[in-house]
């Protein structure tokens, strides 16, 4: 039981509003947590005086408000899952000897924030701020394969959406389906040279507080140094790392 019990149920409706896919009516957000309908009032008036959140009186819903926003753009500016996940990889390339990194989705690409090359291995194409079309890369497909059927489709509506790089890879809507699905089913993903021949990766998505998303963990390695029978071993060291990121940022 908390000792601030009007704090923690102010953060609870934050929290609520931010996980759904629009503004919510106040019996909904009572009746998900379990609180009196004229406390949730109460707490919706004072996060509404401050900007917290929005009222929309004809739909008579609630919704996040900019000051919510700006804490969220702030969240962005202090990097924190780049300064959060750079310890974490590099613990993982100092015990397993390959490089590693953290990427993030955005569109149809990842963006990679966190580079860690495990020495004596040679510079790959990942280096922090290099975007790559999400689809051919372990990053990208484990952060895919977390995402709605109906989102994943709208980022790839037609073949043009598949952007070629080494001539392997999806080339379709199908083909995708096919891999997020491995992926999801084997709880980790994988891509092997289909973004530099000879280099195969593993990747292990990173969830948020509510379970969507937030980064992509992943090593790298030249494909001759770790056998096929060996990946489910390398991967449950990638998951080990990814869980630890996504408690740091209090995920799931």
């Known amino acids: 039981m908390s000792k601030v019990p009007a704090a923690e149920n102010t953060l609870r409706v934050l929290a609520y509003l931010g996980s759904q ?12 947590l379990g609180l009196p309908r004229s406390t949730v ?15 929309f009186p004809e739909a008579r819903r609630y919704g996040l408000g900019v000051a919510a926003y700006e804490l969220s753009s702030a969240f962005s500016r202090q990097q924190p899952l780049s300064r959060l996940g750079r310890p974490i990889v590099a613990a993982l390339v100092d015990a397993l000897g ?7 989705l955005h569109g149809r690409d990842v963006v990679y924030i966190v580079e860690e090359r495990a ?6 194409v990942t280096d922090v701020g290099v975007r790559l079309p999400a689809h051919l890369t372990a990053s990208g497909r484990a952060l895919l394969a977390t995402l709605p059927r109906e989102q994943l ?5 037609d073949s043009e959406a598949f952007e070629d790089r080494t001539g392997s890879g999806p080339h379709s809507y199908a083909e995708l389906r096919r891999v997020v699905t491995e992926a999801r089913e084997r709880g980790y993903a994988t891509e092997d040279g289909d973004v530099t021949p000879g280099f195969a990766s593993v990747a292990v998505s990173v969830r948020d507080h509510a379970g969507w998303p937030a980064a992509g963990i992943a090593v790298t390695f ?3 140094n770790v056998a096929a029978d060996g990946w489910d071993a390398l991967a449950a060291r990638v998951r080990e790392a990814a869980a630890e990121l996504s408690r740091r940022i209090r995920g799931s």
Do not use: C, D, K, Q
Request: charged content about 20%.
């Open 21 to 32: 896919r629009g503004p919510a009516p106040a019996a909904a957000i009572a009746s998900a």
């Open 41 to 55: 009032y109460h707490l919706l008036a004072v996060l509404t005086e401050h900007g917290f959140v929005l009222h």
């Open 98 to 104: 390959e490089s590693g990194h953290v990427a993030v």
């Open 119 to 124: 020495p004596r291995r040679p510079r790959l």
């Open 153 to 157: 489709r709208a980022l790839y509506p």
């Open 222 to 224: 030249p494909r001759e």
